[in-house]
């Protein structure tokens, strides 16, 4: 397995970032990569919510919410996706740092195709994946703060 960990400051109060992150199907308002998202199931949130993504490079992807803790943090299995990678596990937390900031913390967690002889594969998403992190925490800071969808400033490569 591999593993990718990032964290961002955000001049924004933990529940202001928590409630933008728990609308489960406005992914696409902060995503730069994703043009549309949706919820597919009855679940608009927590345990059990789907979505489906659409990329701009034309890729979709399904998640799903299998562990949460309300206002706290979500892990999301991502249970569908065109990727090479397997077993793609975002764990999202918002976590307090001072009155009225924030600190969002990413951690994602993935296998590499075919066993051992894909794992130069796994490698070579690391970059890009931390690359992707990256753009979608300086969105969802945007976001956050202007309340400015970032849809469409990023194609996907």
Same mark, same amino acid.
């Given at each position: ?22 609308? =489960?199907?406005?992914? @696409?308002? @902060?995503?730069? =990569? ?12 927590? !345990?059990?919510? #789907? &979505?489906? $993504? ?9 998640? *799903?919410?299998?562990?949460y803790e309300a206002g706290r943090s979500m892990v999301v299995d991502?249970? #569908?996706? #065109? !990727?090479?990678? &397997?077993?793609?596990?975002?764990? !999202? ?10 600190? $969002? ?13 894909? @794992? ?8 890009? $994946?931390?690359? &992707?992190?990256?753009?979608? $925490?300086?969105?969802?800071? *945007?976001?956050?703060?202007? *309340? #400015?969808?970032?849809?469409? !400033?990023? &194609?996907?490569?």
């Open positions: 397995m591999f593993h990718i960990h990032a964290e961002h400051a955000l001049n924004a109060p933990r529940p202001v970032v928590w409630d933008v992150m728990n609308d =489960f199907g406005s992914h @696409y308002r @902060y995503n730069p =990569f994703v043009q549309h998202s949706e919820i597919i199931n009855d679940v608009p949130t927590g !345990l059990g919510a #789907e &979505r489906a $993504l659409q990329l701009y490079d034309g890729s979709t992807m399904r998640q *799903r919410i299998v562990d991502v249970v #569908e996706s #065109e !990727l090479l990678i &397997r077993h793609f596990i975002i764990e !999202l937390s918002v976590e307090e740092k001072t009155e009225g900031t924030c600190k $969002l913390i990413y951690d994602i967690s993935y296998a590499a195709p075919f066993g051992i002889v894909g @794992y130069p594969v796994g490698l070579l998403f690391k970059p890009i $994946l931390m690359s &992707r992190i990256n753009h979608v $925490l300086k969105g969802l800071e *945007r976001y956050v703060l202007t *309340r #400015e969808a970032v849809t469409g !400033l990023i &194609r996907s490569r």
